[in-house]
């Protein structure tokens, strides 16, 4: 449903609690994705500035939207465990590790697949991975497929907690948002998996003590 009245530069989808993308709003996601567009969307913790992770002018407009350093490398949310494990090289051991603490608000650092490792602009060798159980975050997905999951404020500057001033605290604005309703403004903690230990880089939502061990 667009916000009535709205004088936004951006298209406008509010969706309350149990509603489901229409077909004509998922059609313009599909298209704002697919074309390099930068979309602005809920995900378990914050809002999040999202376009296709494998478009380099989209990803271009990421960095210039939050005005982001070109060093940072930009996390990546999957709509499900199978996508999230073709792009990145996993062992058997990390990928039992991941089906016991994804989904949720934990982003896991990975090495990239061979397959993806050239595909994936302005990345290293490792890719820091989501997979989320928020409602609204699992419809936008499943239309668009993965999306950089990279939060929707300017670089340093607080996190807003509702959609209008994600939008509207970007450098320049996005073509599309997606209002899933306030967020809770902790961002995800940041793992790695190394050798045998998993490494916290940011403790956040889930606090480390709270993870189960690994192997």
Not at 44 to 61: E, F, H, I, R, S
Request: aromatic share 6%; net charge neutral.
């Amino acid at each position: 449903m667009e916000q009535p009245g709205s004088e936004t530069p951006w298209r406008y989808v509010f969706l309350a609690q149990g509603q489901t993308i229409s077909s004509n709003d998922a059609a313009s996601l599909r298209s704002v994705v697919s074309g390099g567009g930068l979309l602005v969307y809920p995900t378990d913790t914050l809002y999040a500035l999202g376009t296709d992770p494998l478009n380099p002018q989209g990803v271009k407009k990421i960095f210039g939207a939050k005005n982001r350093p070109d060093c940072m490398p930009l996390p990546v949310v999957f709509p499900d465990m199978p996508t999230l494990l073709r792009w990145t090289d996993a062992n058997s051991m990390e990928r039992d590790y991941l089906k016991q603490i994804l989904p949720g608000p934990l982003s896991v650092i990975l090495p990239i697949s061979d397959g993806y490792r050239n595909r994936i602009s302005r990345c290293p060798a490792t890719l820091s991975c989501r997979l989320v159980d928020d409602p609204v975050c699992c419809q936008v997905l499943a239309i668009t497929g993965p999306l950089v999951a990279t939060s929707a404020n300017r670089h340093l500057r607080p996190t807003p907690f509702n959609a209008q001033d994600a939008a509207g605290d970007l450098c320049h604005p996005p073509d599309m948002v997606v209002d899933g309703g306030p967020r809770r403004g902790e961002p995800s903690t940041i793992i790695e998996i190394a050798g045998e230990r998993v490494k916290i880089i940011r403790e956040g939502t889930i606090p480390a003590a709270d993870l189960p061990p690994f192997p």
